[in-house]
């Protein structure tokens, strides 16, 4: 918990008696108990987020995606729908608090999921041909090969038979994938991987350095590429933004491409991760898995809710007074959806905690809220759930008698709310 006690937001914590911080660490700690709890306190909780605003936790499955699916609340914190308050959102204080310099904020409220119609449209439509179905199906092999090659080369970094796979699969198993996709080049990957790690960190001495170069090194990168287009995704969006002007803003372009960078490995990554321990802890499940690959695309749904990385959706804000199951929402207040406590609501699954890796019928489209729901829905859930099915396909085929290298109890969390990370997964190949 060092990187907590040392945050700037530490002191807000236990402030309000009843209306627990997203910091405290006992949520963090245990995020399934704590909101769990709260969940049974009823579907809309008061809370306080990290620079210790007022704000409305939304804890239960059928709520949680009854507001994505409600337009009255927008993403944008600068919204024109939220009057003269948009200066007092949270999201907002909490920018200046971290130390981002003012005319660098443009470059995070610009991004996809900070905007609402009709320029979330707009984005939307740019980026999603890139991440259809069909494309995502084309990019299989490419996934599989690159998950082999790392695999075969695990070995390679193990002491005494221990090998850390954060390290060496599950981070470049997702970074190499979606910079290729973007088309960012070999030698700056090992430099996004650290900036990524700079901009989880919630440090303001990180941010502020990180930041204002990833937006340079970003702009030089779309310069060069202007020169020399290929048929990467930065270069679909240079054509797009070269026919019509209009569409796509330098800042917007910039935007796009650190989001889906980050959006594209820091949470890929720990799917990988978390799921390769909660199978590694379940012999029962994994041993189905074992049997029967085909169970995989459903292993996947399960790993997603049980042990998705993304515990709570980006914040809210009503842009009129709702009433939300009985609860007066006043425009301007922030809402945060908890998709932790919404994927374990005994009011939607049975056994809501047993791990179930044939819990979502075959076929079926998934059943949890781990990639969100609505218009913001993950962007690249396909994607991920592809590099997931390969990473433990591929990690079973390779090792199959692959165990965990420390006691379950000593896996390691990193202290981040809203974020399930293992810092490491130390592993025995056989
Ligand atoms: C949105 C989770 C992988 C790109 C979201 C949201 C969630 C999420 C919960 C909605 C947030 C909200 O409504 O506030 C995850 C998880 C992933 C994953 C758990 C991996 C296991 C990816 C990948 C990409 C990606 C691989 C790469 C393309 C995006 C983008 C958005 C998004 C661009 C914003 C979409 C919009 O605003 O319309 N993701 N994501 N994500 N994700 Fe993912």
């Not at 245990?30 to 306190?41: I, N, S």
């Not at 959102?89 to 200046?96: A, G, I, K, Q």
């Not at 740019?126 to 494309?135: D, I």
């Not at 049980?306 to 009503?318: F, K, S």
């Amino acid at each position: 918990m060092s990187a907590l006690s040392s945050s700037p937001f530490a002191e807000h914590i236990g402030k309000h008696p009843g209306e627990p911080n997203v910091m405290e660490p006992a949520l963090i700690k245990d995020p399934f108990g704590g909101y769990g709890a709260l969940r049974e306190q009823g579907p809309v909780v008061r809370g306080r987020f990290m620079d210790d605003s007022p704000v409305w936790f939304v804890t239960r499955f059928e709520e949680v995606r009854q507001v994505l699916r409600d337009q009255r609340f927008v993403n944008n914190p600068a919204s024109p729908l939220l009057g003269s308050q948009a200066e007092e959102m949270p999201m907002l204080r909490l920018l200046e608090q971290m130390g981002l310099p003012e005319h660098l904020r443009v470059y995070l409220l610009g991004s996809i999921l900070n905007s609402d119609a009709p320029d979330h449209t707009r984005l939307r439509r740019l980026v999603s041909r890139a991440f259809t179905a069909r494309k995502i199906t084309d990019l299989r092999p490419r996934v599989e090969q690159i998950a082999d090659e790392l695999l075969a080369r695990l070995p390679e970094h193990a002491e005494d038979g221990i090998v850390d796979l954060i390290q060496h699969f599950a981070y470049p198993l997702p970074i190499t994938v979606i910079c290729e996709l973007v088309g960012i080049p070999e030698a700056d990957r090992p430099q996004w991987r650290a900036w990524g790690a700079d901009l989880v960190s919630l440090e303001p001495d990180r941010l502020s350095t990180s930041f204002p170069a990833m937006i340079d090194h970003t702009h030089e990168l779309i310069r060069e590429r202007r020169g020399a287009l290929t048929d990467d995704l930065l270069s679909e969006l240079i054509r797009a933004q070269d026919d019509d002007g209009s569409r796509l803003s330098d800042v917007e372009m910039v935007t796009m491409v650190f989001a889906l960078v980050f959006a594209g490995h820091e949470t890929t990554a720990h799917l990988i991760g978390n799921g390769t321990a909660a199978l590694l802890t379940h012999p029962d499940q994994l041993r189905l898995l074992k049997d029967d690959p085909a169970l995989l695309p459903r292993a996947v749904h399960e790993l997603m809710r049980w042990c998705g990385p993304v515990h709570m959706t980006q914040l809210r804000y009503a842009s009129e007074d709702i009433d939300l199951a009985g609860t007066p929402i006043r425009k301007g207040d922030a809402v945060q959806l908890i998709l932790v406590s919404a994927n374990f609501d005994p009011r939607h699954y049975s056994d809501p905690d047993r791990l179930d890796l044939t819990r979502h019928p075959a076929g079926h489209a998934e059943n949890h809220v781990g990639f969100g729901h609505g218009m913001h829905y993950c962007l690249g859930a396909t994607l991920a759930r592809q590099e997931g099915e390969v990473a433990f396909g591929k990690l079973l085929a390779h090792y199959p008698d692959v165990a965990l290298g420390v006691e379950p109890e000593a896996l390691e969390r990193a202290p981040m709310p809203g974020s399930w990370r293992l810092n490491s997964l130390l592993l025995r190949l056989a």
